[in-house]
């Protein structure tokens, strides 16, 4: 028999705390619509999450990579 990974085990931990947790029903109808509102906007081709923690300098090198100036207000509306 093939050895689970760590990885595997602490997968596998997780869905049985999620399972016995009774799944998603901690969750409001109301509050579950409008997360899958947010996760479909956020799933859209074109959008995403970047980091939040990424400063000006990393930033400012993947926006001149395509020809964006580098601002606040830039990395504003990137965020």
């Known amino acids: ?10 997968v596998q931990a997780n869905a049985d705390l999620f399972a016995q947790s009774g799944g998603d029903s901690f969750l409001s109808p109301a509050q ?3 997360l899958e509102a947010v996760a479909a906007a956020i799933a859209q081709p ?25 601002s606040e207000e830039t990395r504003r509306a990137y965020r």
Do not use: H, L, Q, Y
């Not at 028999?1 to 602490?10: E, F, I, M, S």
């Not at 999450?49 to 400063?55: L, S, Y």
């Not at 300098?57 to 100036?69: K, Q």
């Open 32 to 34: 579950k619509a409008e």
């Open 1 to 10: 028999a093939k050895r689970a990974t760590r990885k595997a085990v602490r």
């Open 46 to 70: 074109g959008k995403g999450i970047t980091a939040c923690d990424e400063g000006p300098a990393t930033i400012g090198s993947r926006f001149e990579a395509v020809g964006i100036t580098n």
